[in-house]
């Protein structure tokens, strides 16, 4: 991957592409060229937006750098990316505040049944503890930390790839929202629970049937 | 059979009006929405122009004191939601129904982080506390229950948000869907953003004329701000309360170039696939396709590129087929665009007129279509097809038609 491709990259884009990193092995065995990708991002652009804001103190509309828009808005990481893996399908970022797990399984699970995609991936970051920029300190140093989650989803699991079968189904629910790690526990079978509330009424659960371990 | 998804609801704040009727006047006798800037100084600003909206008028239903405690973001989302539950017929018995909310937009945050400033000072990025997001906050004020979602493929957001819409409505998720767009991108950052890319026309002591798709002196796209709202639900549905249809949403396709963060890649082919995907979804052939709302956004190598893309998708039907780009009169309104170019078809397939391309007085040789320049054409239009495409190298396409 080329260094100038992501020379302008947000921390939580780098992020979401190094989390992807473990997944693409195991879904290498098709070709993923028209898999879509979901990210969903906590304060997406925030530092860049507190750059770009010290900037436009000292030089005005001239100090704004032209690669903020394309790499500090919300379809960023999404976009970068599709660009980077060379996928075909749709992409698109979601979320931007608390919520922004449950909006990308949402996102996910309507692409999957709207679109002719063969599978989605789906990828959540954010700082943790959220980075919050000061004036002296507009972007994160070598001390704080990201969450990332990558998964890819199909809509019917395919004989020649390892796959777990969950469900997704919304109710009318409105209770919390899950959290990075609360969903990588449940998906990596470490909680007991049969199902996760993903908040915003959407609720991640275990199929009876597994079908192999992912 | 699937229930087919339809449209019974609009709420509109836009650079041509705040309300369906004035909306459709407007664009119909081809008025520009585009103004000089006035809210703020734009001295050293690349372009000094845009699709400016008013400001809405507080809908039936909300309280003064609730009103006057919303910021001017809130103030655009609610007003379009509240006035398409209106519309739809829904507003006063949305209690028991599952409502969904998809909203495209992109900067929300930004525009928040960028006002704090203003007001306060400081720069809001600084703040820990962290903002409801619109969805959420939507969500809670008006009291609904289904699942809700914000998201961005730039301006190619309420494509999708119409799509997603109609998909959690087949999914049986929920019983009907707020869908749309809603951006307010006119800060002085967002839009020396967009100037130092080279993104805008420079026509600023011409602001009406500036926004001018497919012609041979276009230079640049003009940024605007607005937001637009549909209600979406089921065709039985509708049926059941009698409701208002404005049309079906057939169909949807989406792709991605894989190119260029900014830059429309030279190969069509994902904007071709995005195409014919919707035109399958909705099992329409391309002779049967009456009208085009083109993204053409008034870029040199946009619109050129769009207008081979059509070409390749319509063959032999291209110089049949009516196509326009409504953003010569409303300037480029972001994550909203796709949301009110849908609007613009639904008037389309309501008055069986097609709206102009207004500034289009030397049509490009490179952009060599059935253009309806500078005046409405009255045509039957049964079907009418969207397109809008964004930067991260999103194509995407709907597929409009009228129902009896």
């Known amino acids: 991957m080329p260094a100038s491709l992501l020379r302008h990259s947000d921390d939580l884009t780098l992020a979401a592409l190094h989390g992807l990193q473990p997944v693409l092995p195991d879904i290498s065995p098709v070709s993923f060229e028209n898999w879509g990708v979901v990210v969903g991002a906590r304060q997406f652009g925030r530092s860049a937006q507190a750059q770009a804001s010290e900037r436009f103190r000292q030089e005005g509309a001239w100090g704004i750098s032209p690669h903020m828009i394309p790499h500090a808005s919300v379809h960023a990481p999404s976009g970068t990316i599709s660009l980077a893996l060379g996928l075909h399908g749709p992409n698109l970022g979601v979320g931007n505040g608390p919520g922004f797990v449950t909006e990308a399984f949402l996102a996910a699970a309507a692409l999957l049944h709207g679109t002719a995609t063969p599978g989605i991936l789906v990828v959540v970051t954010e700082f943790a503890p959220e980075f919050i920029p000061s004036p002296t300190q507009a972007t994160p140093g070598d001390d704080d930390l990201l969450n990332v989650l990558a998964l890819a989803l199909q809509s019917e699991p395919q004989d020649n790839l390892p796959a777990m079968s969950w469900h997704l189904d919304a109710t009318s629910t409105k209770d919390g929202f899950a959290s990075i790690t609360q969903v990588e526990a449940f998906l990596a079978d470490r909680m007991d629970r049969k199902q996760l509330s993903l908040g915003a009424g959407l609720v991640l659960g275990r199929e009876r049937t597994r079908r192999m371990a992912a | ?404």
């Open chain 2, 1 to 404: 059979m699937k229930d087919p998804t339809v449209i019974t609801g609009v709420g509109a704040v836009t650079p041509l009006g705040n309300e369906y009727r004035l909306i459709a006047e407007n664009l119909l006798q081809g008025r520009s929405g585009i103004r000089t800037i006035a809210a703020f100084p734009t001295d050293d600003q690349p372009s000094r122009i845009a699709g400016v909206i008013e400001a809405p008028a507080r809908p039936a239903g909300i309280p003064e004191p609730e009103w006057d405690e919303c910021d001017d973001f809130q103030r655009l989302v609610l007003a379009c939601a509240v006035n398409a539950l209106r519309d739809a017929g829904i507003w006063e018995r949305r209690d028991p129904l599952r409502i969904g909310i998809v909203l495209g937009t992109a900067t929300e945050m930004n525009w928040f982080w960028e006002t704090e400033q203003f007001r306060h000072g400081r720069p809001g990025v600084y703040d820990a506390t962290e903002r409801v997001p619109i969805v959420q906050w939507l969500q809670s004020k008006l009291g609904l229950n289904g699942p809700v979602l914000s998201l961005s493929a730039a301006c190619a957001s309420s494509n999708f948000a119409l799509s997603m819409a109609r998909s959690w409505l087949e999914m049986g998720w929920v019983d009907c869907c707020l869908a749309g767009g809603a951006d307010l991108a006119l800060t002085p950052m967002i839009l020396a953003g967009f100037g130092n890319l080279r993104a805008l026309s420079r026509r600023n002591d011409q602001p009406e004329t500036a926004s001018r798709p497919f012609d041979r002196d276009r230079d640049g796209f003009v940024l605007g701000e607005g937001g637009v709202l549909f209600l979406l639900e089921g065709r039985e549905s509708a049926n059941r309360r009698d409701g208002r249809v404005y049309g079906e949403l057939a169909g949807f396709g989406a792709a991605s170039d894989a190119h260029h963060m900014v830059i429309p890649s030279p190969h069509p082919e994902p904007a071709i696939t995005a195409m014919n995907q919707a035109l399958d979804q909705a099992k329409v052939n391309v002779d049967q396709v009456d009208y085009i709302n083109a993204h053409a956004t008034s870029t040199p190598v946009g619109d050129a590129a769009e207008a081979r893309i059509l070409h390749r998708v319509f063959g032999a039907h291209t110089p049949r087929i009516p196509v326009s780009s409504t953003k010569s009169m409303t300037g480029h309104l972001l994550t909203a665009a796709a949301a009110f170019e849908a609007l613009a078809c639904m008037i389309a397939l309501e008055g069986q007129v097609i709206p102009p391309t207004i500034n289009l007085e030397n049509p490009d040789p490179e952009c060599d279509l059935c253009h309806v320049p500078r005046q409405a054409l009255e045509r039957s239009v049964r079907i009418a097809v969207s397109n809008s495409f964004g930067f991260g190298g999103s194509n995407t396409s709907i597929v409009l038609r009228k129902v009896a």
